[in-house]
């Protein structure tokens, strides 16, 4: 089985990742975490990779897809891969399927965790961070037993620039507008399966989990 996981910043998409990974016994590839291993072993790949990084370029496409596909071909991907964070754009799944196909290999199933843009950016920009300790709080999901007070410390809470709602409804819709085709594309190939990302954690999961092993029959 090979599977991508996708959803918006704030849809909980890297918590599920390791948990179904782990569950079903297929080997989670995040991208972030694949440049890092890739750049740390000293691979022809990584240094290509951190040339570009260093340029504040940003990776060639068939960069990471040959990244992915080194990494597919480890024993560990036997049973089967959760990508996680590639491919972002129309055209990167397009190299990817390309890749796969050369290979004899394909996407089976692609997952998206669907959550509303409200909801979204009221996870998000509900993010506030103690400045003594750097506890994450969240004011809707978790908030302090006194407002804008630490638990633990007593500190002063703050929002980083990046959590405030202008910042994070910008970068929602560069994710959507990115994550759209992306969806279409998938769709009319007959791979999407949507789960409603607005339940409690643990029955996303068990959603993900249902769809995954019905289409492994
Ligand atoms: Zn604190």
């Not at 440049?35 to 068939?62: C, H, N, T």
């Not at 990471?64 to 049973?79: E, F, H, N, Q, W």
């Not at 103690?130 to 929002?159: F, I, W």
């Amino acid at each position: 089985m090979q599977v991508i996981l996708l959803g918006a910043p704030g849809a909980g998409k890297g918590t599920q990742a390791v948990q179904i990974s782990k569950r079903l016994g297929l080997a989670h590839i995040a991208s972030g975490d694949l440049f890092r291993q890739e750049q740390a072993s000293g691979s022809e790949l990584g240094k290509i990779a951190k040339s570009y990084m260093e340029k504040g370029q940003l990776v060639p496409d068939e960069v990471t897809v040959k990244m992915i596909l080194g990494r597919i071909s480890r024993p560990d991907c036997a049973k089967g891969i959760l990508l996680d964070g590639f491919p972002r754009t129309l055209d990167q799944a397009k190299a990817l399927d390309a890749a796969l196909a050369k290979e004899g290999k394909g996407i089976d199933l692609v997952l998206y965790i669907k959550v509303p843009n409200e909801e979204l950016i009221g996870r998000l920009s509900g993010r506030w961070i103690c400045r003594e300790c750097q506890v994450p709080y969240n004011v809707v999901a978790a908030p302090p037993k006194v407002a804008g007070k630490c638990d633990k410390c007593g500190g002063e809470l703050y929002q980083r620039a990046d959590d405030t709602e202008e910042t994070v409804r910008k970068r929602l819709d560069v994710y959507f507008a990115q994550t759209a085709p992306l969806i279409e594309y998938y769709t009319s190939a007959g791979k999407l399966a949507e789960v409603d990302g607005e339940q409690g954690i643990e029955q996303v999961g068990r959603d993900l989990i249902k769809i995954i092993e019905a289409r492994d029959k």
